[in-house]
Nanobody, 121 residues
């Protein structure tokens, strides 16, 4: 199967920065999109940013200009650089990857366990 392991969360003051990393491993034939979602207490999980294998990116309006997603295809790793953090960015951040495990199986979503990001005011 496929495992996604996240790192880089933590506690930071408003205006600070954090960098999240997520490495995919296991039975990987190819990875289409990779991305980050977040879920704050009492709220639904929402897309933060995503990047395709070709490098096209998509961001939530709330993070545009502050967050940057990037990807190292050789390492099956996706990064999220978060700058100018705000208290409302506080959430559990989950890595997502749309993975094909064999040539003949359709791709499916895999998720990391989540990493806590807390921004204090």
């Amino acid at each position: 199967q496929v495992q996604l392991v996240e790192s880089g969360g933590g506690l930071v003051q408003a205006g600070g920065s954090l960098r999240l990393s997520c490495a995919a491993s296991g039975s990987i034939f190819s990875i289409n999109a990779m991305g980050w979602y977040r879920q704050a207490p009492g709220k639904q999980r929402e897309l933060v940013a995503a990047v395709t294998s070709g490098g096209s990116t998509n961001y939530a309006d709330s993070v545009k200009g502050r967050f940057t997603i990037s990807r190292d295809n050789a390492k099956n790793t996706v990064y999220l650089q978060m700058n100018s953090l705000k208290p409302e960015d506080t959430a559990v951040y989950h890595c997502n990857a749309y993975v094909r495990t064999t040539h003949w199986n359709p791709p499916r979503d895999y998720w990391g366990q989540g990493t806590q990001v807390t921004v204090s005011s």
